[in-house]
T-cell receptor, first 109, second 115 residues
């Protein structure tokens, strides 16, 4: 399968809580990217972490990368109702993105 | 970030007809564009890699005679779904990259419904 795995498949939390999701991939990568997708819409790029980086922050987002385990995590801190969406990781191998299965996050007020 | 425009946003067509979807990079030259398909509640599946001036590279299991890809210029790639059938109904998304290791920019997607 060209898809990596993500867990959990779905996550329901309350506003203010943190949301953590994990992603595993199969091939060697140049970088790993995280995207969000609102229902039926296009993808929004969130953050890119290069293969020689271990952790990266952007606003309320924190991404880690462990190339030895071929895994990454995305943490959203102090979640808001507007964070409700599906989140996908995508491993980048020479420009070709392979997407994980996605985590559906629901943040309730 | 860069802008990638995809057209149309949605299309409904009759079974047996062909549908063309356009993907344009508006403010940068994209030597490579990618086409993805997404079924409801599933992830994006890479269909093919489109290189300007050369034949597209298709992923395993994707019929190249059914999904025709043309990348005639550095700013335009097209995907034509030929002889569409209801099982081709899906969300098709393109992306454009400035090169390996750089951020990919996605079009807004095209929802195809074949009736």
């Amino acid at each position: 399968s060209q898809q990596g795995e993500e867990d959990p498949q779905a996550l329901s939390i309350q506003e203010g809580e943190n949301a953590t999701m994990n992603c595993s991939y199969k091939t060697s990568i140049n970088n790993l990217q995280w995207y969000r997708q609102n229902s039926g819409r296009g993808l929004v790029h969130l953050i890119l972490i290069r293969s020689n980086e271990r952790e990266k922050h952007s606003g309320r987002l924190r991404v880690t990368l462990d190339t030895s385990k071929k895994s990454s995590s995305l943490l959203i801190t102090a979640s808001r109702a507007a964070d409700t969406a599906s989140y996908f990781c995508a491993s980048d191998s020479w420009g070709k993105l392979q997407f994980g299965a996605g985590t559906q996050v629901v943040v309730t007020p | 970030g860069a802008v990638v425009s995809q057209h149309p946003s949605w299309v409904i067509c009759k079974s047996g007809t062909s549908v063309k979807i356009e993907c344009r990079s508006l403010d940068f030259q994209a030597t490579t564009m990618f086409w993805y398909r997404q079924f409801p509640k599933q992830s994006l599946m890479l269909m093919a890699t489109s290189n300007e001036g050369s034949k597209a590279t298709y992923e395993q299991g994707v019929e190249k005679d059914k999904f025709l890809i043309n990348h005639a210029s550095l700013t335009l790639s097209t995907l034509t779904v030929t002889s569409a059938h209801p099982e081709d109904s899906s969300f098709y998304i393109c992306s454009a990259s400035g090169g390996p290791g750089t951020e990919a920019f996605f079009g807004q997607g095209t929802r195809l419904t074949v009736v």
